[in-house]
């Protein structure tokens, strides 16, 4: 039997997002977390995690992804969503 310490619960799509938003240069980097913010402020129960290599959201099924390319961001969002909002 592995027994568990008590402790804080640990959001490990959170701390992916964080990575992958780290790793990027500090002009993307910043446009990034301009992305991450704003899907945050409009959905802040959504889900973090990463999906197809980048980050996505996850709030009463698939919100929202965003990715650094090597000549831009992408920011995807599903046409029933858009069509709902």
Do not use: C
């Not at 799509?13 to 780290?22: M, S």
């Not at 402020?41 to 990715?67: H, K």
């Amino acid at each position: 039997m592995v027994s568990r310490r008590p402790g804080p619960a640990v959001d490990e799509g959170a701390r992916a997002v964080d990575a992958y938003v780290q790793a990027s240069g500090a002009v993307a980097r910043k446009k990034l977390q301009e992305v991450r913010s704003a899907i945050k402020e409009v959905a802040p129960e959504a889900r973090e995690s990463i999906s197809y290599g980048i980050p996505y959201y996850d709030y009463r099924g698939r919100l929202a992804w965003f990715g650094l390319f090597t000549n831009h961001i992408g920011l995807y969002i599903r046409p029933p969503v858009i069509h709902e909002h």
